[in-house]
């Protein structure tokens, strides 16, 4: 049973750090793409991060270039997404899932629904 686990949201002022963490399980982590999603409420969920799987080469969106860091340790199977110089519209619930190629192209995960329930992220001073 596939099963993504969010961790490390909270409440942090403008400028500071989080680092989330998601514990993946029920499927070959260590052989897929991953990536970190993020959502606001009436928007759709958008990547703000994916990474290959051996973790040699990750992508972000633009807002987020330079301030946020994906990366994944395989043995534990655990994603990360490290967090500085948070701006208020950085404020989202924030997802792990497979990259957006892999969602799109693996039959599994295309007819599957197997989000977590998020880690909640809210800057503001």
């Known amino acids: 049973q596939v099963q993504l686990v969010e961790s490390g949201g909270g409440l942090v002022q403008p400028g500071g750090s989080l680092t989330l963490s998601c514990s993946a399980s029920?499927?070959?982590?260590?052989?897929?793409?991953m990536a970190w999603y993020r959502q606001v409420p009436g928007k759709q969920r958008d990547v703000v991060a994916h990474?290959?799987?051996?973790?040699?080469?990750?992508t972000y969106v633009v807002p987020v270039r330079g301030r946020f860091n994906i990366s994944r340790d395989n043995e534990k199977n655990t994603l990360y997404l490290q967090m500085n110089s948070l701006k208020p519209e950085d404020t989202a619930s924030y997802y792990c899932?497979?990259?957006?190629?892999?969602?799109?192209?693996?039959?599994?995960?295309?007819?599957?629904?197997?989000w977590g329930q998020g880690t909640q992220v809210t800057v503001s001073s």
């Open positions: 990474i290959t799987a051996d973790g040699g080469h990750s």
């Open positions: 029920g499927f070959g982590f260590s052989g897929l793409g």
């Open positions: 899932y497979v990259d957006p190629v892999t969602r799109s192209t693996n039959q599994e995960w295309r007819e599957s629904n197997y």
